[in-house]
Nanobody, 124 residues
Framework: QVQLVESGGGLVQAGGSLRLSCAAS????????MGWFRQAPGKEREFVGC????????YYADSVKGRFTISRDNAKNTVYLQMNSLKPEDTAVYYC?????????????????WGQGTQVTVSS
């Protein structure tokens, strides 16, 4: 069992930056591929990006590639989402999730554990 708690959301102007954190409980954090998803009002939850267990690889949605960066610190049981050049269309609730997949995956159903989400609002 893994419990995930996101933090770092807030209100930012377009072009600004935010860094989200996701702290995980348990001693097996390094055994999970970690992903970030987001859900805007009235829309489906969508994949943002993910990072493999030992940071060997990352994978991003086209909509955030070049602007967002995922990293993790297995010693701190924490995964991060650095968001730069934010746009109003990035406004959403952001969720971190843990997958037992051995490789990076964008498939929502592959993620077993989810955090409660943190709101990110980008004003124009």
């Amino acid at each position: 069992q893994v419990q995930l708690v996101e933090s770092g959301g807030g209100l930012v102007q377009a072009g600004g930056s935010l860094r989200l954190s996701c702290a995980a409980s348990g001693r097996t954090f390094s055994s999970y591929t970690m992903g970030w998803f987001r859900q805007a009002p009235g829309k489906e939850r969508e994949f943002v990006g993910c990072i493999s267990r030992y940071s060997i690889s990352t994978y991003y949605a086209d909509s955030v590639k070049g602007r967002f960066t995922i990293s993790r610190d297995n010693a701190k049981n924490t995964v991060y989402l650095q968001m730069n050049s934010l746009k109003p269309e990035d406004t959403a609730v952001y969720y971190c999730a843990a997958s037992q997949s051995v490789s990076t995956t964008s498939v929502r159903g592959n993620y077993r554990y989810w955090g409660q989400g943190t709101q990110v609002t980008v004003s124009s």
